[in-house]
């Protein structure tokens, strides 16, 4: 009764997108995948929302810049449990071309738990919802709802 | 008010454009750059590729036994740019259009490209190293027909060298101390050169 509930009571998950200082490449893809027909992400059930809150799958671009950091990690704790957090470009994952950089506090993992990695520089659209697929079977198994 | 019509003819007739992927299959360009490969049978361990690696994502670290080296790039650092692929002297490194790169966190350290590349010995004193291609080290001798380039490339650079004096130099050679070639003289020193940067580094 109680996973047939759960089962039952199980909606979209909403994406929320953080930019942590990212050049703006994979935002423009994130922007693609969202938002033109070619790629619409809304057919997985996802939409983008404006407020964290309301958000179960978080995709985070950039490297963490030393302006940025504090303000990240506010607004990913605001984000409710579960959440999924992806990481786009190779930015968040390791740095990427700007590792080592005098104002980038990244890898990003050193301070949020990352759960699925999308690299490139920036990724491509179809690369983006293959992360998003996986960021929603592991949201799915977090609820209890899948295996 | 026509060209309305026409777009809305076309999208009636075309049906919707939206790509079927993740649910089916996509398009994807065949000179798209994807993950990076190398062919460990035609690399030597030059390091250019990783000396112009934007991102950092190529490492080349020898082995302690002197067997070969390890050749990792890490798929999470490379920003796809193919420097590598423009300045490998020989062409082993390149990018294929293999897209597929979202993984999960546990992946994070072993999303990489990793291939062993092993020291081959030098004909003469053993000493292990990194052949050069053949077609390459026919392109740096092509204007040194005197040059025995099967037997060069066999060779480590000090046994390069040696031979080289063996054969060419108008030093006297204890054994055979016969009269210089002068037209030959500057050419092949120029190109050992070249050739001795394919050596592994210790
Ligand atoms: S991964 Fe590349 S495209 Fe994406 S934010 Fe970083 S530098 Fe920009
Ligand atoms: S494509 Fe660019 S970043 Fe990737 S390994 Fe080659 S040189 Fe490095
Ligand atoms: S031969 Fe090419 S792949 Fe090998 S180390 Fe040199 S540049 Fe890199």
């Known amino acids: 009764m ?4 759960k089962k039952l009571s199980v909606r979209s998950p909403w994406l929320f997108r953080i930019n942590a200082g990212s050049c703006n490449g994979c935002d423009v893809e994130l922007a693609t995948t969202a938002c033109i027909p070619r790629y619409d992400v809304e057919r997985l059930g996802c939409r983008y929302c404006g407020s964290p809150r309301h958000a179960d799958v978080v995709l985070i671009t950039g490297p963490l810049t030393a302006r940025v950091k ?3 990690l506010k607004v990913w704790e605001e984000i409710p449990n579960p959440k999924v957090t992806v990481a786009v470009g190779i930015c968040p994952i390791s740095g990427g071309v700007f590792r080592e950089g005098y104002s980038i506090e990244g890898p990003l993992d050193k301070y949020i738990p990352i759960d ?6 920036p990724p491509r659209p179809q690369s983006i919802l293959e992360g998003v697929v996986l960021a929603r079977k592991i949201w799915l198994q977090r609820l209890g709802v899948e295996e | 008010m026509a060209g309305f019509l026409k777009v809305l003819f076309h999208n009636v007739l075309d049906g919707p454009s939206t790509d079927p992927f993740p649910l ?5 360009p065949q000179r798209f750059r994807g993950k990076v490969v190398v062919d460990p049978d035609i690399c030597m361990g030059c390091g250019i590729c990783r000396h112009v690696c934007a991102a950092g994502a190529i490492s080349i670290s020898p082995r302690p036994d002197q067997s070969g080296y390890d050749f990792t790039v890490w798929h999470n650092s490379c920003c796809l740019c193919a420097q590598c692929r423009h300045y490998c002297p020989v062409g082993a490194i390149t990018l294929t259009n293999d897209w597929h790169n979202a993984h999960p966190q546990e992946e994070k ?3 990489v490209e990793r291939k062993f590349v092993p020291y081959v010995p030098c004909a003469d004193c ?3 190293m990194r052949p050069l291609p053949l077609s390459i080290a026919r392109r740096i001798y092509l204007n040194n027909p005197d040059i025995n380039v099967e037997r060069i490339i066999t060779l480590c650079p000090k046994c390069r060298q040696v031979e080289d004096a063996r054969t060419h130099s108008s030093c006297a050679w204890p054994a055979a101390a016969k009269p210089g070639k002068t037209a030959g003289e500057g050419a092949p020193a120029k190109a050992d050169a070249t050739a001795g940067d394919a050596a592994p580094k210790e």
């Open chain 1, 2 to 5: 109680n996973s047939l509930l």
């Open chain 1, 70 to 72: 504090d303000r990240v």
């Open chain 1, 116 to 121: 699925v990695n999308v690299p490139g520089c």
């Open chain 2, 24 to 28: 089916g299959e996509t398009f994807t």
């Open chain 2, 109 to 111: 350290y072993n999303w």
């Open chain 2, 126 to 128: 053993g000493t292990p």
